[in-house]
């Protein structure tokens, strides 16, 4: 039996950005649901600088190149896709919308993005995936994965994204222990009743320890590179890693075959005073060239304007994420709110890539952004 469809919602006439459907959704939102959603780690300094690296970057416009024939098209994981704009996992999204992930996924099927679930996802991996599994020009369909240290629960979680039709996993390496959160903790946020992570009822407590060691024993459980390995003789499916922003370990993973990266900090939700993704990925991009790795990239992190989706495949990516606006989308409006932000960054793209000069996103490259003399 298929899923309930989400309860279409009409999205106000006033919204015509990105911008406009972040002070909606900061009016729609409870606090504790705000604060979650929208805050960073520590002073927010993160937050700050993944927006500000990519309105750093000019775009150096070309004239009367031709058009005609131009198309927003990309090759990810071996497959061919409408455009680059992929979904983000972000968890609890029954706190912005009792849909929650349901009407995401819809939304991101019907837009022909792609779509990544969350491992803390509120509603059971397989009811998204059922949902949009058969939709004709569908984006990429996506697990994100949190090793749980308890591998045999991971095994058996991973098996059931396999069974559900997800379609590779992504696993995120940069977050052992979650970040300083002030934001949320001013709040006082906690789960309402009724939301939780479902997708790991059942999983035991992670022991502690009082002898003093980091983070009260809990790094003992953090993945290592080894749990990469690990990881992929456990599955069929492609692994890409998400968190990476060092140069050395994007390089590690293209030795280790990750099937990509996805160069991220956790939207500023971690390490503050950790590097903007515009920044890395542009080393990262440089590091895999110079070593002979051809190794898909996807960036996510401060992604508002369609500009700056032409600025992240100026830099190298193969695609984007885009995670808050999502959630503004769904706090507005449900599913036809997360269509509407991926309309609007498609729009904008494709206006952007017309007054660059671009027909294809293969022509945006470094020379975009001014870095080869003219």
């Known amino acids: 039996m298929s899923p309930n469809l989400p309860a279409l919602q009409a999205v106000a006439p006033e919204i015509v950005c990105l911008a406009d459907h972040e002070r909606s959704a900061a009016e729609r939102l409870d606090a504790h649901a705000w604060a979650y959603f929208s805050g ?30 131009g198309h927003t098209r990309i090759t990810l994981l071996g497959q061919e896709y409408a455009h680059p704009l992929l979904v983000a996992p972000v968890a609890f999204q029954r706190l912005a919308h009792a849909d ?4 995401s996924a819809y939304a991101a099927a019907a837009l022909g993005a792609g779509f990544t679930l969350s491992t ?13 599994l058969d939709t004709a020009g569908r984006g990429p369909l996506w697990f994100q994965l949190y090793l749980q240290h308890d591998r045999g629960f991971t095994r058996e979680l991973v098996q059931r994204a396999e069974r559900a039709g997800y379609e590779a996993l992504v696993l ?38 009082a002898d003093g060691s980091l983070c009260a024993g809990m790094l003992r459980h953090a993945p290592t590179w080894d749990d990469l390995s690990w990881l992929q003789a456990q599955t069929r499916l492609p692994v890409l890693l998400k968190g990476v922003l060092h140069p050395q370990d994007a390089l590690q993973a293209a030795r280790l075959q990750a099937a990509g990266i996805v160069v991220s900090n956790h939207g500023g939700r971690t390490l503050d005073s950790a590097p903007a993704t515009a920044l890395a990925l542009a080393r990262i991009a440089r590091a895999l060239q110079s070593g002979g790795h051809a190794l ?51 729009d904008e793209l494709e206006i952007a890539m017309a007054l660059t000069g ?9 020379a975009l952004l001014g870095e080869e003399s003219p």
């Open 40 to 69: 960073g780690a520590g002073d927010e300094r993160c937050l700050q600088a993944n927006y500000s690296a990519w309105d750093a970057l000019p775009l150096w416009p070309r004239v009367l190149r031709p058009l005609s024939a």
């Open 172 to 209: 995120t390496v940069d977050a052992p222990v979650s970040g300083v959160r002030d934001r949320e903790r001013r709040a006082g946020f906690r789960l309402p009743a009724g939301i939780s992570a479902v997708n790991l009822q059942g999983l035991g407590s992670a022991p502690t320890s």
């Open 358 to 366: 671009c027909a294809t996103l293969a022509d945006a490259t470094p």
């Open 120 to 132: 803390q996802s509120s509603l059971a991996l397989e009811l998204p995936a059922q949902a949009v």
């Open 100 to 103: 929650g992930e349901l009407a």
């Open 296 to 346: 898909p990239l996807v960036v996510d992190g401060g992604i508002r304007r369609g500009t700056d989706v032409l600025k992240a495949m100026a830099l190298g990516a193969s695609a984007v994420m885009v995670g808050r606006p999502v959630i503004w989308g769904l706090a507005n409006a449900g599913a036809a709110g997360v269509a509407h932000v991926l309309r609007l960054l498609r």
